[in-house]
């Protein structure tokens, strides 16, 4: 089957374990990987047989045939690419906290017609991909008033743009939960943990809803849990849904597949495997595919 040629600008962590995960892809080909410098991610792609730049987007620009980019870089280089991207007519995810394009989370609101009228569209943050879904499930059930979430990662799993991004990071995540999970207000806080052996990506959601029934809530997530696990293997519960009075509280933890870091580093996997569903489906799209 033809596949649709695809470019990852940034392999670092994040651009590296992508770069591993669309080498299984049935629709997407890798056809491009874009640094600034040598790197281990650029020594990968081409050990992978994948042509490799470390000039930066402008070899890009002089490419033919590249119909989805995956930009990995970091907020700020992203907001220059994304018009240069636009101009070329090339399908971009944007894996930055930057969020020119709307936000996208799969088990939530990935359509047809939202990939239909944008050609640049948000993952949010790994910790967005986490949260946002169980908020919005919650808020089906029960609507949410306030909701706080608490991401924890590996230190070694964040890279030079998590750590340069913290701030867009937090604020991109507070707007998904209110605009996608939607919650009336939040608050995300993100911690970079350096314990050893190193942690499992975990996130704890609190939210303060107006109708705490908690059978429905639980059937609600439950239900979400699983839409997620369909491309998110490890992600799984620590703590199910539980109420005090009118907090609901659930804990999540991601593991990793082990592509690029270890298993702990799900923080790569959730917001990854999100980017791959979402290309996908517009790869499926324009193949024609069912």
């Known amino acids: ?74 907020a700020n280089p992203h907001r220059l690419h ?24 799969p088990a939530v609101n990935l359509t047809d017609e939202l990939i239909h009228n944008h ?40 890279g030079p743009g998590t750590r340069q991004n913290i701030d867009e990071f937090t604020e991109t995540t507070r707007m998904a939960l209110e605009q ?3 919650a009336d207000n939040a608050k ?9 052996p190193p942690i499992f990506m975990r996130n704890t959601i609190y939210a303060k809803v107006r109708n705490p029934d908690i059978q429905k809530i639980k059937a609600s997530v439950d239900a979400m849990l699983e839409k997620i696990k369909a491309y998110v293997p490890g992600y799984t519960y620590l703590l199910e849904p539980i109420i005090k009075d009118d907090i609901v509280t659930v804990m999540i933890q991601v593991e990793g597949l082990g592509d690029y870091l270890p298993i702990y580093a799900g923080n790569l996997d959730i917001i990854n495997s999100a980017a791959v569903a979402v290309a996908e489906k517009y790869a499926k799209k324009l193949l024609e595919v069912e």
């Open 188 to 196: 995300v806080i993100i911690v970079l943990n350096p314990a050893e």
């Open 1 to 74: 089957m033809k596949k649709i040629k695809a470019a990852i600008i940034g392999p670092g962590n994040i651009g590296t374990d992508l770069l591993i995960k669309l080498g299984r892809s049935d629709y997407i080909e890798v056809d491009y990987v874009v640094g600034r410098q040598e790197s281990k991610g650029i020594a990968i792609a081409r050990e992978r047989g994948i042509e490799a730049t470390t000039e930066g987007i402008d070899d890009l620009m002089k490419r033919e045939g590249i119909q989805i980019c995956f930009d990995s870089t970091g």
């Open 180 to 182: 996608v999970g939607g």
């Open 119 to 158: 050609d640049n569209l948000n993952m949010v943050t790994c910790g967005g991909q986490a949260t946002v879904p169980i908020v919005a499930a919650i808020n089906e059930a029960a609507d949410v008033v306030y909701a706080e979430v608490i991401s924890s990662v590996s230190s070694k799993s964040a």
């Open 82 to 105: 994304a018009p240069l991207l636009k101009d070329r007519g090339i399908f971009t995810l944007d894996l930055t906290p930057a969020a020119i394009g709307p936000y996208v989370v």
